[in-house]
């Protein structure tokens, strides 16, 4: 458990720094801007592999409380909604501009249906961490009115929705093999 909280910790709190701007500056202008990311991303890499291995290597399943049937039904297409919004939020399309911030709310809806779903206290641990990182960066983002203007176009939103759907279809079709639960009839 130490491994996925330590994690969780470099991970996530590397993800907040942006949330403080004046932080977030002032790393950039000491290291410069280059340098910034890269330590960035180091650490985001370090956060995510220790996650991982800590979610894997942990024997804590004791239940925290009882998992939702719904939740567990609804699943597969919150996730094939949270792929798009995934997808949506790195291309100039129109969700994109109507939702601002589609990752925040695809990982919103990521991790609370995890969460919901499970009930354990390892997963309670990493889906809640994920939901509440999601909670604070999207107040933090419209709060500092962190969007940037484009001009949208349909033929992005169509790739969001089709390569969203796709990779989700993948992820379900291989959760078993990959996280050790098959969550839908087709898993492999």
Known sequence: MTLLIAGLVLFLG??????????????????????????????????????????????????????LLAARALAPYAMVVSFILFAAANMKGYLRRALLHPMLLGLLIWS???????GDRTGTILFGAFALYAVIDLVSA?????????EPMVKHDILAAVGGTVVALAVMTFHRLLFGVAV?????
């Open 112 to 118: 609370t249906v995890h969460l919901l779903a499970n």
């Open 142 to 150: 419209i709060a500092r009115g962190a969007v940037k203007s484009f």
């Open 184 to 188: 839908v009839p087709f898993s492999v």
């Open 14 to 67: 590397i993800h907040l720094v942006p949330t403080v701007p004046q932080i977030r500056a002032g790393l950039a202008a000491k290291w410069g801007e280059n340098r910034y990311k890269g330590a960035f991303s180091l650490v985001s890499a370090l956060g995510l592999v220790l996650i991982v291995a800590g979610y894997e290597l942990s024997d804590d399943r004791t239940r925290v409380f009882a998992p």
